[in-house]
C-alpha cells in the first residue's frame, strides 16, 4: 500500500558532490513537497511544486534546486553537498493545494542523508 | 517565537497511562493535522482537523479554533504507541511543529 517512495532510506556522500534525491507518489497528485528534518527544528519546507515544471522556493532553499518533469515524481537535488545538509529528507504529496481545501498529506519514509 | 509550538518536548509514560499532547499556533489555519513518526523516519497521518473533536482507536484530537490549541490524546497507552508525534497547521504550505517524543514503557 505504499503511496510515496524515496529511493533511498540512507545516503553517504561526500562534500562537494551532487546528490539527487528522487520521490514517487503513485495517487495522481499535484502537490509535491521536499521538507528537511533537524532535531529541535521540526520539518522545514525546502521546495514544493504545484504541477508538472512548475517549482516554488520554500523557507530555505539555499543550496537546493528540484525538478519536476513527471507529475508523479519530485527530484530534490543537492548541487555541491556540504556537510551543514546533513539531516532526515521527506518527500510529501497532497491533492489539492494546501490552504484552499483540508486534504491529507501523505508523506515518504524519508531519506537519512549524511555528508562527509 | 515559531509560528507552532508544542509541548511537552519530551514525555515518558507507563503502559496504560492516559497521555495528552499540546499544540498551540499564532497563525490563521484552514486544518490541523497531526502526525505520527516511528523510528527510521516514516510519516503517518493520524488526524486532519478543522474543527471540534475526531477519535480513531485508542487515539482522540481535539481543537479549539478561537484559542489556537489542539490536543492528542493517547487513551491506554501501550509501548508501541511510542513514536514522535508532531503537530502541523496548514495555511498557505504546512508549518510543523518541533514534535513530541513520546517513550511508553512496559
Known amino acids: 500500500d505504499v503511496k510515496v517512495t524515496q529511493s533511498s532510506r540512507y545516503l553517504v556522500k561526500r562534500t562537494g558532490e551532487k546528490v539527487f534525491l528522487e520521490c514517487v507518489q503513485d495517487m495522481d497528485h499535484e502537490n509535491m513537497f521536499w521538507y528537511r528534518q533537524d532535531p529541535g527544528l521540526g520539518l522545514r519546507l525546502i521546495y514544493f511544486s504545484y504541477d508538472v515544471k512548475m517549482k516554488e522556493k520554500g523557507d530555505i532553499p539555499e543550496g537546493y534546486s528540484v525538478s519536476r518533469e513527471k507529475k508523479e515524481r519530485f527530484s530534490l537535488i543537492l548541487e555541491s553537498a556540504s556537510t551543514n545538509q546533513t539531516s532526515m529528507y521527506l518527500c510529501?504529496?497532497?491533492?489539492?493545494?494546501?490552504?484552499?481545501?483540508?486534504?491529507?498529506?501523505?508523506f515518504g519514509q524519508g531519506t537519512r542523508l549524511t555528508v562527509v | 517565537k515559531n509560528e507552532v509550538e508544542q509541548s511537552p518536548q519530551n514525555l515518558t509514560a507507563q503502559e496504560g497511562e492516559f497521555i495528552t499532547i499540546n499544540c498551540s499556533y499564532s497563525?490563521?489555519?484552514?486544518?490541523l493535522h497531526w502526525l505520527q513518526q516511528h523510528p527510521g523516519g516514516g510519516i503517518v497521518s493520524l488526524f486532519m482537523?478543522?474543527?471540534g473533536k475526531k477519535k480513531h482507536g485508542r487515539l482522540i484530537a481535539t481543537i479549539n479554533i478561537q484559542e489556537k490549541h489542539s490536543s492528542l490524546h493517547i487513551t491506554a497507552s501501550h509501548p508501541r504507541d511510542s513514536a514522535v508525534y508532531i503537530c502541523a497547521v496548514e495555511s498557505s504550505t504546512l508549518v510543523f511543529g518541533a514534535g513530541t517524543i513520546l517513550r511508553v514503557k512496559s
Open positions: 497563525v490563521g489555519i484552514s486544518a
Open positions: 482537523l478543522s474543527s
Open positions: 510529501a504529496s497532497t491533492t489539492y493545494r494546501l490552504g484552499l481545501m483540508n486534504t491529507e498529506a501523505f
